[in-house]
């Protein structure tokens, strides 16, 4: 086949199937390669396929151009183009087509000249469209049926475009299949309506009008070239293309690939590679879209002069060489990680699915994904237990446990929620008062002062294990006899115990020295705090205050029993700047409900992505005025939103009842029944209660039942059954009323009717006709109103004679 210009083009239709032709055609099939190697009568195309030679068609002269009929059948249609204007269509051999009449057809022009395209419509496949030269009497596109001329003496076109112009390239529209594109004259693209072939539906000048190709994914996406130019049309905006990409040499050919959005392969002349743009859309379509070029090298290292895209698999691409060899070639796509907000992880290659993890997978314990985390415990209504400790049991970090710990705690301890300390008085270290003692009672501190709660909290702590926290308190209640018997009871302790009990309050004493010089080896915090207390000098107890091991809650009962008013006011100031600035959620135990807890939070969910523990926090404990803080705000609609994208409803729902419960307000009714004549709610709750003005109107519930429209007066529907006029009460209680919502009539009472044909009644009544009849209770009415409705899955139809 070397010496010619040589083409290839796959079959639309037949998938195993291609086409290559030079000054004859060539009909191949595909078949996978097998280990059997002894048939020499194929032809190698790569690794994995093979091409076996079908048949051969040398009917036909001065080929130009061919395309292959897009419908569905067992043998192939060739329209040929050639260089004297004919269009033949032709098969290799007997086939189906010869009985229809369609094999050996010939479309004629007028007169004769080059035939520089022919395509098939893709949907109308009874039509064929041809571009030829150009001639001054004669019109350079024409349009035939094929379907008209069978059994008759000739055809002729249906459709003739461009008089006095050269048509250099056309394609049909997908979604538009009597448009089609057409490239003239070497100054402008046209596109044209066969339904109105007189005027072009729209027409840019340009002087890229080769090789016209339409997107088979979007209509509105075509793309021509000239000389080293490709361009890239909109044919939404059709004055200038949206992206032109200069080359390096000439190009010969240009094709979409049917399988992949926005990816154009094109052909160079002389070139050994096939080159590749890859369109990238940006999310606003008034942008012009970038691209992403790159070339592949199909097979040898020959000069490549015509390649195509197989319809159906991915990437595929047959390739022909000047020297008449052909490649099966896959374009390789890089391989993808993408992540769902529903917290799915998918790798793919190309419309291939490689790998795919859900949130259930072992993966996500491993990498502490806060999303899935999230949802794991927003099905499990996690904030919303009416019990505020019962959430702590749904959390694993230690922080928010003892946070929803606290703040069940302190429910009935704390007032206005606010730090404020009687920084006016000067009460010496050690000295109760009723300030102290209700802030000991945050920290759990209790016990320094109340025998009961002291046996009670060293009894927790040792079934917990905490032996040391224990000892420390003892120590620190002034019980160290209490403490040495606690730490006795632990092997690993023993020592310390021993240490403790040579303790002396001379202060050169060999005890202190050895003690002081001692206590920094210690790794547990509350070991060192026990023996920084015990040798401080002069009430300077920084060591243990300042030891960040310590849980914040006993170092701030540790500086309410021993610090004086003014110390105590600088410790916990600087304490609570320190905890804010870390988001450390103990702080929420200083700052409460102030502003200062919205700046801790903050920066806890800075932290940690938590956004949903904090919204709950907030909703659980914050006055109405911090929960209508727009940074709280901002962290509810965020948690609506998270549920929203996990189509989570149910759990949304309830985090709005209680988001509503808790501002006090409530949403506005959303379904009412409009009056037949004003249109307006029949509804009397929107009213004022004036009864100067509306003097029928009572302010009891019963006397809320009304026979007519509240605004108009027009007598409400009567019931089909009884023909009493409908005056079924509002449901909806007035928010002054003080109770809540309750259903004031019975259900048997409401007023029901069909959304198709408008009849009703109450709904018993209604209920009872359906049980005994089958259509509407209307006189000249057919509507099987029942069988419309949901409760027809309820009350049966089936059984009624």
Known sequence: MSGVRLEV????????????????????????????????????????????????????????????????????????????????????????????????????????????VVAWNRVDTNLIAAGLDRYRSDHCVLVWDVCSGVGGSGVAAVAELGLSDAAHSLAWL????????????????????????????????????HGLTVSAHNDYQVASFVDTQIAVWDTRSFDKPVLTMPQIKPVTKLLWCPTRHNLLGSLQRESRSIHLHDLQQSADDSADPSVLERSVKPGSASQITSFSWHPKHENRLLVLTLQGTLTDFCVFERI?????????????????????????????????????????????DYGLKTELKENAELVNEEGMKKLWLYLHQSKTLVKDGLLDLSIGTKLPPGVRSELRDKALLLCNWKFVHDTTAFQQIMEELEAEGAVTRGAALAVFSLRLRHSIKLLSTETKYSTVAMALSGYT?????????????????????????????????????????????????????????????????????????????????????????????????QNYVDKTGDVQSVSLVAMRSFSPDLLDHDRTQYWINSYRDLLDSWRLWTQRAHFDIWHNRRTGTRPEQQIYVSCNFCGKSTSTQSLTRNKATYPRLGTSSNQNKMTCCPHCRKPQPRCSICLVNMGTASCYQPENSGTPTTKINPFDYWFTWCQTCRHGGHAAHMTQWFKEHLECPVTACSCRCLSLDAASNIISVSSVS
């Open 9 to 116: 083009l796959w079959s639309p239709v037949h998938y195993d199937k291609f086409v290559a032709w030079g000054t004859e055609i060539f009909l191949y099939q595909t078949l996978p390669k097998t280990k059997d190697a002894s048939d020499s009568s194929g032809i190698e195309l790569s690794e994995m396929s093979s091409a076996q030679l079908l048949a051969t068609n040398s009917n036909h002269h001065y080929l130009k151009c061919v395309d292959i009929y897009p419908k569905e059948e067992p043998d192939v249609l060739l329209a040929v183009g050639q260089a004297n204007g004919k269009v033949a269509l032709s098969t290799f051999g007997p086939s189906a087509f010869d009985a229809s009449g369609l094999a050996g057809m010939e479309l004629v022009p007028k007169h004769a000249r080059q035939c520089n």
């Open 174 to 209: 997908y979604s538009q299949p009597r448009a089609l594109i057409v490239g003239m004259n070497n100054k402008h693209l046209k596109m044209v309506d066969l339904r109105d072939p007189s005027k072009a539906v729209n027409s840019s000048q340009t002087k890229a009008v």
């Open 336 to 380: 993808t990680l993408n992540w769902s907000q529903t917290s799915h992880l998918v790798w793919t290659h190309g419309q291939n699915t490689l790998k795919m993890m859900c949130d259930s997978d072992t993966i996500y314990d491993s990498i502490g994904d806060i999303s899935s985390l999230i949802k794991k415990r927003a099905l499990l």
């Open 505 to 601: 309050e001379d202060k050169n004493s060999m005890w202190r020295e050895s003690c002081t010089v001692s206590r920094t080896k210690l790794s547990d915090p509350y070991l060192r705090a026990i023996f920084a207390f015990l040798t401080a000098d002069s009430e300077n107890y920084d060591l243990v205050l300042n030891d960040g091991g310590m849980a914040v809650a006993d170092r701030v009962g540790f500086a309410l029993t021993f610090l004086s008013d003014l110390r105590l006011v600088d410790f916990i100031t600087q304490l609570t700047d320190n905890l804010i600035s870390d988001g450390n959620l103990a702080g929420i135990l200083l700052t409460g409900g102030s502003i200062e807890a919205l700046h801790l939070l």
